[in-house]
């Protein structure tokens, strides 16, 4: 004998078979040809795509849509930055959450995998025979949620931006900061840019954001001086107790010293 | 009744039938030892008798032994009810028959097909195949200078070419305490997922050296980071900051003829001291993200066949 | 109308194809059994998305197989056929083209899709396992991607590919065995190219178009739902009161509910 659930969902289902019967349409033509504009959308954005893609590249240049192909594969590389399309950026910048050595396995198995049982699993604790979204409190709020933060993160993993990235935006700098003539400046932010001081600070907009170290974009309104700054740098917990940041000694004196005056000038954009 | 005599005849075979499949399994036992058409043999006496018994197995299952009795007891059914029933009887005991052996006989051509082929799948990458021990020769010493860290691109196997192209960060640390030359070789690979990690300083490339397939460019770092995650290490490759779960890996090395030979790859837990006093423990290579020591290291007991040395 | 003897005689001769094809294989029926089935007559837009996914998987489909023509799956040449396929080969740029981007929709499409149904509450009684082999598909597509992602061989690719099997890698006791498998080895090395590749034009889409199956199957065979929000949905709840069966006076019971719904 079959529980008085099972009981309606099958008198449910008999009902909608018998509706269906008597008042639906046929597929063919009503609903296949619905299906089959859609089809003829889906083919024209692809090829709209493709011909874009390949005519909006100028003589090497990326096009609208980005390059034709990358450099080829340099298993060696030390200046390549890795990013995964653009439908695993969700995931990518899940790692980056994860900046813990204890909590690595959370966020590449254990959220993932979690997630995709729920996912998989979801017929079996969804059971009520409500359909309409708006009557299902539960399903509501966990549908927007997976919305958001599916969305937040893709966009966050598309628009992260990296410590090593920042030698492509001393240029930027140059013409924020207004040294863009001077040559000495621009070869010490250069010098700056890839220290990897961005792999944990914030300069203008680029550079981690998730480690929590102090923005150097106005360094140089505190006018700390640049003996303190080249102190400070060989070895961070002297001059702030408890820091922890690493140090940059092995830079050698004339790097620090250059890049102490870099920090000493960064006083905001002018503009 | 011709079901009666074909049972009356098989009768005393039945008990010879497990003799026969022994004497296969001895057959194929010696003759795994002595000569292999000895055990093809064994195999073939095996398969012949273990089929007749399975045959006399699922015929005996059957209830086809109680019909005569029972008719005999319940005294007259008719003459067609008994040769209904008994045919229907014959039926069902060969159908039981015929399912085993096509189920079995199936499980035989699907483990036919699909052993070998997910062993041929799956077991290369667990031989060691594939990987190569020559030592790579990274030229004269004095293209190391004491104190800088030098970028060393080499291939790693010359069979394999531009896919075996590796990246070590190569300090010469002078001569250790007890007068033998010491280098700090560090892979380039982040230990967090395997993402190439960048020196975070100034690379001189104007003074850019090449040994054979070898490029060195000698820079000043203080430290590495990585640029997927975020990863950063000193320049002993301690993990200071993200995700890195050990310290960077490392590798062994030699020198021959006044030339620095590469040798082992191996995975470090965490480095005390510096330079030519760094102590550490070596692990064998393990994955990125793979946990070498602490507690951590319980998630993954089981040692991986062919992983390189 | 009644047809003229010619008219009748020429219709036999058109119709005799399938009439000669069903009394052999049955096909025509099974047809008429696809095409003419009852849909709810309230279906809408929106349920066009498993139709747009299955085109832009079979987009996928045909230009993989023209694009095998000319790639090469080896880490010596593999870049350079890309190369060949974008430059050189006669509208190579296009099926590529149709190629990488065609993947991009077919993902997005997959998950529209996905929300469609989780919207409309579609996965339940009796549709547990369509929303299952659909789950199945969803991953299957995405290691769609993930394996063909690597095929170019150019940077993203490569380091895309490393950061991926070593994800693999940190799962818990089965991880690195899994990392080994997908690599063939213990580094990336020339067979993860063709093993990739192999993963990608056979194993993977063998699998998608035999769930693409029985997905379809289970969908013709259950039906598709009503929007829920539509006043006459198939198979809406009538008033058990009045109408104990419930089905006999349907129309009645139609106006009375739209009524119902004007009031609340």
Redesign the interface.
């Known amino acids: 004998m079959a529980s008085k659930k099972v009981q309606e ?1 099958r008198d ?2 008999k ?14 033509p ?3 040809f ?6 003829f ?3 024209a ?3 709209g ?3 874009i ?2 005519f909006t590249v100028d003589d090497g240049q990326p096009g609208a ?1 980005g390059p ?21 950026y969700f ?2 910048y899940l ?2 959450i ?8 959370l ?3 254990g959220i993932p995998t979690l997630l ?1 049982i729920l ?2 699993m ?3 604790y ?8 708006l009557r ?1 409190p539960v ?1 509501f709020v966990a ?1 927007i949620l997976v ?1 958001i933060s599916m969305g937040v993160l893709t966009w966050k993993g598309a628009t992260a931006k ?4 920042a030698v492509g935006e001393v240029p930027t700098w140059a013409k924020e900061q207004g040294f863009a003539d001077n040559a000495v400046a621009v070869e010490v932010a250069t ?1 700056f840019a ?4 961005l ?2 600070h914030v300069y203008l907009g680029a550079g ?1 954001q ?2 929590g170290a102090p923005e150097l974009t106005e360094e140089g309104l505190k006018n700390r001086g640049i003996e303190w700054q080249v102190a400070h740098l060989k070895n961070p917990s002297s001059k702030v107790p408890g820091s ?1 940041m ?7 004196d004339e ?1 620090l010293t250059k890049i102490a005056t870099f920090l000493e000038a960064s006083k905001g954009p002018q503009k | 009744m011709s079901d009666g005599t074909d049972n009356h005849d098989q009768a005393p075979g039945s008990s010879l039938w497990p003799i026969g499949f022994a004497i296969g399994i001895a057959c194929i036992l010696v003759g795994l030892v002595i000569s292999w058409p000895a055990a093809v043999l064994g195999a073939a006496v095996t398969i012949v008798f273990g089929v007749l018994w399975i045959r006399d197995a699922a015929r005996s299952h059957a209830p086809v032994d109680s019909a005569p009795a029972h008719a005999l007891v319940d005294g007259t059914p008719s003459e067609a009810q008994l040769a209904a029933e008994e045919q229907h009887l014959e039926t069902y005991g060969r159908a039981g028959f015929l399912t085993l052996a096509t189920i079995g006989l199936g499980g035989v051509i699907g483990a036919g097909v699909v052993l070998p082929s997910l062993g041929f799948a799956v077991l290369p990458s667990f031989t060691g195949e594939g990987i190569e021990t020559n030592p790579v020769d990274l030229g004269p010493i004095s293209n190391f200078p004491e104190g800088t860290f030098v ?1 060393t ?2 291939t790693g196997s010359k069979r394999q070419g ?6 070590a960060y190569i300090r010469n640390n002078g001569l250790s305490a007890e007068k033998e030359p010491s280098f700090t070789i560090i892979y ?1 690979r982040c230990v ?2 395997g ?9 001189f490339k104007d003074q850019a050296k090449t040994y054979k397939d070898v490029t060195l460019t000698p820079v ?6 990585c ?4 990863g ?1 290490y ?2 002993e490759g301690n ?8 310290s960077l890996d490392r590798y062994a090395f030699s020198v021959a003829d006044g030339n620095l030979i590469l040798g082992d790859h191996f995975s470090v837990g965490t480095v005390a001291g510096t330079a030519a006093d760094a102590v550490m423990t070596r692990y064998p290579v393990a994955y990125p ?1 793979v ?1 070498v020591d602490g507690i ?1 290291r319980f ?1 993954y007991p089981l040692p991986v066949p062919g992983a390189g040395a | 109308m009644a047809k003229s003897a010619r008219q009748a005689q020429i219709e036999k001769a058109a119709l005799y194809p399938l009439d000669w094809t069903e009394e052999r294989t049955g096909l025509v029926g099974y047809t008429k059994w ?8 309230d ?1 809408n ?1 929106m ?3 498993g ?2 996914t ?3 998987f079979i ?1 996928q489909a045909t230009t993989g197989v023209f694009l095998a023509m000319y790639y090469k799956p080896d ?1 010596d040449s593999a ?1 350079a056929s ?2 060949n396929i ?1 430059n050189e080969v006669t509208l190579g ?2 099926v ?3 190629h ?3 993947a ?2 077919f ?3 997959m998950f529209l899709h996905m ?1 469609r149904t ?11 396992l369509n ?2 082999t659909g ?2 598909l969803l ?1 299957m597509g ?1 290691a769609e ?2 394996t063909g ?1 690597l095929l ?9 590919t ?3 099997i070593n ?1 693999n890698a ?3 006791i089965a ?1 690195p065995f899994i990392a080994q498998f997908l690599q063939g080895g213990a580094q ?1 090395g020339p067979d993860t190219l063709s093993k990739f590749y192999s993963l990608h034009m056979l194993v993977i889409p063998g699998g998608i178009m035999a769930l693409i199956g029985l997905h379809m199957y289970l969908v013709i065979r259950l ?3 009503s929007p ?2 539509s006043p ?1 949905a ?5 008033d058990e009161g009045e109408e104990p069966q ?2 006999g006076a ?1 129309r009645e019971g139609l106006i009375r509910e739209h009524e119902e719904d004007k009031a609340s």
């Open positions: 969902d449910a289902f009902r909608y078979k018998e509706d269906v019967k008597k008042e639906g349409k046929p597929f063919f009503y609903a296949i619905h299906d089959t504009v859609m089809s959308v889906v083919v954005v692809i090829i795509l493709a011909v893609w390949k849509l034709l192909y990358e450099k080829e594969a340099d298993p060696g590389t030390t200046n390549f930055i890795p990013r995964p399309d653009w439908f695993f995931l990518f790692l980056r994860f900046k813990w050595p204890e909590s690595v396995v966020g590449t198995v995709l996912l998989i979801l017929p079996f969804d059971r009520r025979p409500e359909r309409l979204l299902r399903a549908a919305v990296e410590g090593s990235e010098l890839e220290s990897g001081c792999n944990c981690g998730n480690l922890p690493p140090s940059f000694a092995d830079l050698g790097n | 970028i691109s080499f531009d896919v075996s192209r590796r990246t380039s967090h997922l993402c190439p990690i960048q020196p975070n300083g100034p690379a000043k770092p203080a430290g590495f980071g640029p997927c995650h975020g950063a000193d320049t993990r200071t900051a993200g995700p890195p779960v050990r993200g946990h951590e998630l | 696809f095409l003419f089935r009852n849909v709810p007559r279906v837009w349920q066009t998305l139709a747009a299955l085109t832009a987009v880490p870049y890309i190369q974008t740029w296009l590529r083209g149709m990488k981007w065609g991009s929709l993902i997005i499409l929300a989780f919207m409309f509450g579609a996965y339940k009684y009796p549709r547990e929303w299952i789950v199945i991953v995405m991607g993930f992602y170019p061989w150019d940077q993203t690719a490569y380091w895309a490393v950061v991926g994800i940190t799962a818990p991880g990336i039906g598709v739902t829920p929000w006459t198939a198979g809406r709840p009538r419930g089905y349907y």
